[in-house]
T-cell receptor, first 113, second 114 residues
Framework: NAGVMQNPRHLVRRRGQEARLRCSPM?????VYWYRQLPEEGLKFMVY????????ESGMPKERFSAEFPKEGPSILRIQQVVRGDSAAYFC???????????FGSGTRLTVV | KQEVTQIPAALSVPEGENLVLNCSFT??????LQWFRQDPGKGLTSLLL?????REQTSGRLNASLDKSSGRSTLYIAASQPGDSATYLC?????????????FGKGTLLTVNP
């Protein structure tokens, strides 16, 4: 039973490009959460999704960031027109029920040059 | 707004020493509190989870306590080993409708020297 799979592990983008981060939850988990860890900062909640629904996106920057969790396939965190300040580690977690049994992935480290 | 603080930010100890990591939170209305370990470039590994009704949890050489009324938790590591070197994160889960959110502290970077 594979854990939460995130890819790519490392992603380098030039300013102005788009970044797409993927997260495949654990088998049987239909709740997905994205967190961001900026340098020297704690992890911050970004968004909570269930299949085909965004439940809470209160932690997402208002512009350039979007997330989806389609009926089929992984959850995607999309960052348009990246800037240097987007450089961070992005972690995905999944759970079988809301607020229970959180399992984190290994993260995607985004570097904007 | 919940805030989580971890002290110290960094700690260096010789192998074999017992140590305590501290975590404090501002809002005592929590669902549970969780301690994680983060290795460089890696994900988060859950170490111990304490429900709001519990006072402590133990796993091997680790013991975590929770004093909800004072907004404090401690992680006790006995007989530390070099393999314990990592960043330790404390996270609280709010009670109520937003109980899916974790609020993290910035972590304590632990180095255990052989």
């Amino acid at each position: 039973n594979a854990g939460v799979m995130q890819n790519p592990r490392h992603l380098v983008r030039r300013r102005g490009q788009e970044a797409r981060l993927r997260c495949s939850p654990m088998k049987g988990h239909s709740h997905v959460y994205w967190y961001r860890q900026l340098p020297e900062e704690g992890l911050k909640f970004m968004v909570y999704l269930q299949k085909e629904n965004i439940i809470d996106e209160s932690g997402m920057p208002k512009e350039r960031f979007s997330a989806e969790f389609p009926k089929e396939g992984p959850s995607i965190l999309r960052i348009q027109q990246v800037v240097r300040g987007d450089s961070a580690a992005y972690f995905c977690a999944s759970s079988p029920q809301q607020a229970e049994g959180y399992t984190f992935g290994s993260g995607t480290r985004l570097t904007v040059v | 707004k919940q805030e989580v603080t971890q002290i110290p930010a960094a700690l260096s100890v010789p192998e074999g020493e017992n140590l305590v990591l501290n975590c404090s939170f501002t809002d005592s209305a929590i669902y549970n509190l969780q301690w994680f370990r983060q290795d460089p470039g890696k994900g988060l590994t859950s170490l111990l989870l304490i429900q709001s009704s519990q006072r402590e949890q133990t796993s091997g050489r680790l013991n975590a306590s929770l004093d909800k009324s004072s907004g404090r938790s401690t992680l006790y590591i006995a007989a530390s080993q070099p393999g314990d070197s990592a960043t330790y994160l404390c996270a609280v889960r709010a009670s109520g409708g937003s109980n899916y959110k974790l609020t993290f502290g910035k972590g304590t970077l632990l180095t255990v020297n052989p």
